[in-house]
Antibody
């Protein structure tokens, strides 16, 4: 069965960086894009960026441009999301999700999600 | 930018009752609409895509309808495990930023 398993919770100080991993299993890792979505406590879902694990191509939301980097290691079917220059507003649960692109010009819907990683930014 | 608006914000229903959740897009998204269920402390789960196609393993009591700008998620007979927050998401237009609605909480 398809699974996305994320790394554990992190506590970081303002200005630091965090790197969250997402290990895929149950399907061919390079066949589907991986996206990252975050959710602040009690808030809605916010898309951050995507990566094609086959090519390594990435795209990021305007809000996160310059601060987020998505990478992968295909040998271990794992994607990574690194967010830098952390501030208190970045405190949230970060999810990786497998993206499905139904047609040219459309964007993703997400058929499988990781369990989430809580990142707390606190002095 | 397409804005997704869900209503109501909170829906109070009893087990066994029918629940009807609405999602409106500020412009047409064709049938490129998904619904997700999220329980406290859990990741979202895909329920419906293509406005009306149930995802793998989703019970038949969940159904989606609509196209263009008006969409509905119906839960025909609420079970205890269905009390959760439900999000709609349009995926018709790139980029994927701000594609989610704000959610509807279904509570007892």
């Amino acid at each position: 069965q398809v699974q996305l398993v994320q790394s554990g919770a992190e506590v970081k100080k303002p200005g630091a960086s965090v790197k969250v991993s997402c290990k895929a299993s149950g399907y061919t890792f390079t066949s589907y894009d991986i996206n990252w979505v975050r959710q602040a406590t009690g808030q809605g879902l916010e898309w951050m960026g995507w990566m094609n694990p086959n090519s390594g191509n990435t795209g990021y939301g305007q809000k996160f441009q310059g601060r987020v980097t998505i990478t992968r290691n295909t040998s271990i079917s794992t994607a990574y999301m690194e967010l830098s220059s952390l501030r208190s507003e970045d405190t949230a649960v970060y999810y990786c999700a497998r993206g499905r692109l139904p047609s040219v010009g459309a964007t993703y819907y997400f058929d499988y999600w990781g369990q989430g990683t809580l990142v707390t930014v606190s002095p | 930018e397409i804005v997704m608006t869900q209503s109501p914000a909170t829906l109070s229903v009893s087990p066994g009752e029918r629940a009807t959740l609405s999602c409106r897009a500020s412009q047409s998204v064709s049938s490129n609409l998904a619904w997700y269920q999220q329980k406290p402390g859990r990741a979202p789960r895909l329920l419906i895509y293509g406005a009306s196609t149930r995802a793998t393993g989703i019970p038949a009591r969940f159904s989606g309808s609509g196209s263009g700008t008006e969409f509905t998620l119906t839960i025909s007979s609420l079970q205890s495990e269905d009390f959760a927050v439900y999000y709609c998401q349009q995926y018709n237009n790139w980029p994927p930023e701000k594609t989610f609605g704000q959610g509807t909480k279904v509570e007892i």
